[in-house]
Nanobody
């Protein structure tokens, strides 16, 4: 099983910056990818950014050039640096991990509890 704990978030100003962190703990055979999703009120959860094992990263178009995902594999951490914040970035942000738990298991998705990001003047 994989447990994910997010920290960071809170209130940010338009044009400002916030940084989210996510720590993975538990046991696994292999982490395939870690990433961030967000869900705004009344909207579906959407992918924000992913960091795939091997180094590839992907971003939703609305955050490209503003957000940066990074990871520290030695610490089992993933980060989301959010710059040039906009009010439309307001949402609950969830850390996600896709992992293979054991040699004989499939791949599973795990989620953090979510952290609120509010962008407002």
């Amino acid at each position: 099983q994989v447990q994910l704990m997010e920290t960071g978030g809170g209130l940010g100003q338009p044009g400002g910056s916030l940084r989210l962190s996510c720590a993975a703990s538990g046991s696994w055979s292999r982490i395939n990818a870690m990433g961030w999703y967000r869900q705004a009120p009344g909207k579906e959860r959407e992918l924000v950014a992913t960091s795939i094992s091997g180094g590839n990263t992907n971003y939703v178009d609305s955050v490209k050039g503003r957000f940066t995902i990074s990871s520290d594999n030695a610490k089992n951490m993933v980060y989301l640096q959010m710059n040039s914040l906009k009010p439309e970035d307001t949402a609950v942000y969830y850390c996600n991990c896709n992992a293979k738990i054991s040699r004989f298991s499939g791949n599973y998705d795990y989620w953090g509890q979510g952290t609120q990001v509010t962008v407002s003047a």
